[in-house]
């Protein structure tokens, strides 16, 4: 590297663009959230900086022609399915890896089946999913058929990261435990769960991000009360304000904080994992 | 590998070497024809016979993949039984899951919980059989101070010497006061100089405590130190089951004579007893031995087993004859092709005329080193008492 100036350049530049493409759209959407309002539309020049348009997200503005943006209800919807399915697939996900560390008849299609959830093209399966239950006459919710299609995309994904982390587990420590009288329950919940759950974490995190955002899936799964990437959507049918580009910020940060609570919990879990002391066992 | 030899003598393979024990007696540990079988139809285990004392130090050893490992695993509960039953004071438990058998494990890593301190670590175990705090503290500060973990009890096993985490693993194990410990390459980790050390500590816990110890390993050296008998595993098989000494002077079969001590292997065909020595015709000449109880007939193919500390050099020197060796002893000629001095000790690699080479350990104060230098043609006896007759197979 040191010796091969057009390498590092060409990296250095690379790098760059990698960047300013992953941040570019985000800062842009920052820049003209704080437009002037109302009557500053969603593009260059700022006409002058302020924070009109936050004020609008919280109804805070005086009434004017710009009605506020109907995204309330889908975000606490999305927020309840994220964290719902969070939880769902990430348990799923650790079961089935756990099941994996042995080889058992037929593992291979289950894998592959699993693993299917990720790879079939989410408009597809959210269009089979409003075929079957438009034919089978059922409901079509975002706490129901949206929820499933959510969890079938989303185990995989916590599936595969528990997998990785049980391929490094160390075997012999939960056999010692057991030599040590420990029954197999109590193995996992002490000594197994302690150990894997910086991976948990990292599922939990996927689950939920993943359905957060999650859009073509739940565009036909989720019937008429909408899920917050369909909300948004629906906004731009109307006329698109900057109020929309100050609730991007907003929830961009929240999912920084998201990364930042994975981060604390993770030190957390490292040093607690240093902590575990006998006095649980007490109880 | 495991054919009967004398086919006459009803022995098994479990009663090598035993003083025929009163039927009474229940064994600390039997295992009763056990097999094991994988899903892809290996045979790792195969006709394994073995009954063990209260209070013996009992090795497996074999090179990897002979089963020695599996057969421990068995006994511990991590892998099912095909076949076969494992008892433990008389009483079988090859349903019994790997919690409730009176076993603990040492393992090769130790398997020491990472998130736990080296106090928690040894409280652990009597915590679950629900011991009062009180009580478990008390004894595992006798644990830990028996093996001298009080500067380290607080401190995470991460932060461990590979000798600090053995004593953890063994104090841990050792608490819940198991019948039989079973240990898995327990020194494999270890450095030499540590592993020395260490093997004598094992020994020592093992005469003061006075349980059992099944102790696997590929080290023959470690097993030959500290075993009361060792077990020598290949393929699945027993090959030999008996006292160190005895493996090591009246090796068996090929395998063990191979894999034990260092010994020279040459092979012929028997011809007869003389003066209750077996002769055998080799390409060098008829060499003698002692039998091994062996049914061996005129005409059998049989090795002539010689440990190389047994042999003596008679370096031809300048007249070049080949030296008297007397009546009793056999003797073999050659040249010298390798000669090293490590310390007190001179390895000579001798070829024989046929092409085969011969081993030879001994004292470097005994002969000039000139005369059993690379090149030199040496003549080697040894007493026909030291080496042993055994079968070819």
């Known amino acids: 590297m040191e010796g091969r100036p057009l390498v590092r350049w060409s990296l250095m530049i690379y790098t760059g663009l990698f960047i300013v493409f992953l941040y570019g759209p985000f800062v842009v959407l920052a820049i003209l959230s704080f437009q002037a309002g109302p009557n500053g539309g969603p593009q260059f020049p700022i006409i002058h900086w302020s924070i009109y348009w936050y004020k609008q997200l919280f109804s805070l503005n005086p009434p004017s022609s710009v009605a506020p943006l109907p995204i309330g209800d889908a975000l606490v919807r999305s927020l309840i399915l994220a964290s719902v399915t969070m939880v769902l697939s990430t348990v799923l996900g650790t079961i089935t890896a756990q099941a994996f560390r042995r080889r058992f008849k037929g593992s291979t299609l289950v894998f592959y089946l699993v693993v299917l959830g990720m790879i079939v093209p989410g408009v597809l399966v959210g269009l089979g999913v409003a075929l079957v239950s438009n034919s089978l006459d059922i409901a079509r919710t975002w706490w129901g058929t949206a929820f499933a299609t959510h969890v079938v995309y989303t185990y995989p994904f916590a599936f595969l990261v528990m997998l990785a982390i049980f391929n490094r587990f160390d075997r012999s420590v939960e056999e010692a435990a057991w030599s040590l009288g420990v029954p197999p329950g109590r193995t996992f919940r002490k000594i197994t769960f302690p150990l894997i759950f910086p991976g948990v974490l990292s599922a939990m995190l996927f689950a939920f991000t993943l359905s957060y955002d999650e859009f073509p899936r739940s565009l036909f799964a989720a019937g008429p009360d909408l899920t917050l990437p369909l909300a948004i959507y629906g906004t731009f049918q109307i006329e698109v304000h900057p109020d929309i580009f100050a609730f991007g910020v907003l929830t961009t940060l929240f999912s920084f904080s998201l990364l930042a609570v994975y981060g604390i919990l993770m030190a957390l879990s490292l040093r607690r994992a240093r902590k575990v002391a006998i006095q649980e066992e007490a109880a | ?393």
């Not at chain 2, 003598?9 to 009163?22: T, Y």
């Not at chain 2, 090179?63 to 039953?85: D, H, N, Q, V, W």
């Not at chain 2, 003596?312 to 001095?341: E, F, K, T, W, Y």
Request: net charge neutral; proline share 5%; charged share 25%.
């Open chain 2, 1 to 393: 590998m495991l054919r009967r030899i004398a086919p006459d003598l009803p022995v098994s393979i479990g009663d090598c070497d035993r003083e025929r024990v009163p039927a009474t007696v229940s064994y600390d540990l039997e295992l009763r024809d056990v097999r094991k079988v994988y899903g892809n139809g290996t045979i790792a285990v195969e006709r394994f016979d073995l009954r063990v004392e209260r209070g013996e130090f009992i090795s497996f050893v074999g090179p990897s993949g002979c089963g020695k490992t599996t057969t421990l695993r068995m006994i511990a509960g991590f892998e099912a039984i095909t076949a076969g039953e494992v008892l433990i004071r008389g009483q079988r438990i090859n349903e019994l899951p790997a919690e409730r058998r009176p076993t603990s494990t040492i393992f090769q890593n130790f398997a020491l919980f990472p998130h736990m301190s080296v106090q928690a670590n040894i409280e652990y175990g009597l915590a679950v059989k629900g011991l009062a705090p009180a009580e478990r503290r008390a004894k595992a500060r006798g644990m830990i101070e028996k093996l001298e973990l009080a500067d380290v009890a607080a401190r995470r096993p991460d932060g461990l010497s590979g000798g600090q985490r053995q004593r953890v693993a063994l104090a841990r194990s050792l608490v819940v006061e198991p019948e039989i410990l079973l240990l898995d390459e327990p020194l494999g980790a270890l450095d030499a100089n540590l592993r020395k050390s260490i093997q004598n500590e094992l020994k020592l816990l093992q005469r003061n405590l006075g349980i059992t110890f099944v102790f696997v390993t590929h080290a023959q050296s470690e097993a030959l130190v500290l075993s009361d008998r060792v077990v020598v595993m290949n393929r699945g098989t027993i090959e030999q089951l008996s006292t160190p000494y005895e493996l090591y002077r009246r090796p068996k079969t090929p395998f063990v004579a191979r894999f034990i001590g260092r010994n020279a292997l040459i092979g012929g065909r028997m011809i007869g007893l003389s003066d209750g020595l077996c002769a055998v015709d080799t390409p060098h000449g008829a060499l003698r031995g002692r039998g091994n109880g062996e049914d061996l007939g005129p005409g059998d193919a049989a090795i002539v087993v010689v440990p190389s500390e047994a042999i003596d050099i008679h370096p031809a020197g300048r007249s070049g004859g080949m030296p008297d060796l007397g009546r009793d002893a056999n003797g073999l000629s050659g040249q010298v092709i390798s000669s090293d001095v490590v310390g007190h000790t001179l390895f000579l690699v001798v070829r024989l005329g046929d092409g085969a080479e011969v081993r030879v350990e001994s004292h470097v104060a005994r002969y000039a080193v000139d005369l059993v230098a690379v090149g030199c043609d040496v003549a080697l006896s040894w007493a026909a008492e030291e080496s042993t007759i055994i079968r070819q197979d």
